[in-house]
């Protein structure tokens, strides 16, 4: 099964702070990653698919970069409700898997 | 709108069973494989199974492989989880999500609300 570790496991940030999660595959997965944010009490919900493509309807604030072991999940300006957990999976080969999450809290 | 919304969920002692369902309405649910995905109180996501579009391909992960099994109704636009011998490690909101293919790339989206599984004797 691919792995799927994420960095950092928390974070706090400040409101208009960019900030970057990082996420990295025990082997290469190309493009086949994909970001979900979470709030609580809330199903997932999708944010970038094939590691850089914006979801329809998600600001233009997130971006995701990467490929082969290494990603990275972009906010460039955080707002109110971007407070959340964070989770990269990898869609490459069945098992899919997810990152262990990233909780970005208010500072 | 595109929607999924599960029902089922409960207590039930370990060794149990228990039926999950998944209702899908505002697309053509014959065309998309369906997925169960869960998250333990407090913790991340886990994938836990797959079905085709027909039901012909599924898939399961080594935690629930032998125990859960995934079916689905097109005519009723439904999916489902029978899950036996429930273990208390099997405690966790399970959500049902479409995976959308697009060329060679997939992701799930949309998600379902999640029905809360409570394993405990």
């Known amino acids: 099964d691919i792995q799927m570790t994420q960095s950092p496991s928390s974070l706090s940030a400040s409101v208009g702070d960019r900030v970057t999660i990082t996420c990295r595959a025990s082997?290469?997965?190309?493009?086949?990653l994909n970001w979900y944010q979470q709030k609580p009490g809330k199903a997932p919900n999708l944010l970038i698919y094939?590691?850089?493509t914006l979801q329809s309807g998600v600001p233009s604030r997130f971006s995701g970069s990467g490929s082969g072991t290494d990603f990275t999940l972009t906010i460039s300006s955080l707002q109110p409700e971007d407070f959340a957990t964070y989770y990269c999976?990898?869609?490459?080969?069945?098992?899919?898997?997810f990152g262990q999450g990233t909780k970005l809290e208010i500072k | 709108q595109v929607q999924l919304v599960e029902s089922g969920g409960g207590l039930v002692k370990p060794g149990g069973s228990l039926r999950l369902s998944c209702a899908a309405s505002?697309?053509?649910?014959?065309?998309?494989?369906i997925n169960w995905i869960r998250q333990a109180p407090g913790k991340g996501l886990e994938w836990v199974s797959y079905?085709?579009?027909?039901?012909?391909?599924?898939y399961y992960a080594d935690s629930v492989k032998g125990r859960f099994t995934i079916s689905r109704d097109n005519a009723k636009n439904s999916l489902y989880l029978e899950m036996n011998s429930l273990r208390a490690e099997d405690t966790a909101v399970y959500y049902c999500?479409?995976?959308?293919?697009?060329?060679?790339?997939?992701?799930?989206?949309?998600w379902g609300q999640g029905t809360l599984v409570t394993v405990s004797s």
């Open positions: 999500a479409r995976l959308v293919v697009r060329g060679l790339y997939n992701w799930f989206d949309p």
């Open positions: 505002g697309f053509t649910f014959s065309d998309f494989y």
């Open positions: 079905i085709s579009g027909s039901g012909s391909t599924i």
């Open positions: 082997e290469s997965i190309s493009s086949y």
């Open positions: 094939a590691a850089s």
């Open positions: 999976q990898q869609s490459y080969s069945t098992p899919y898997t």
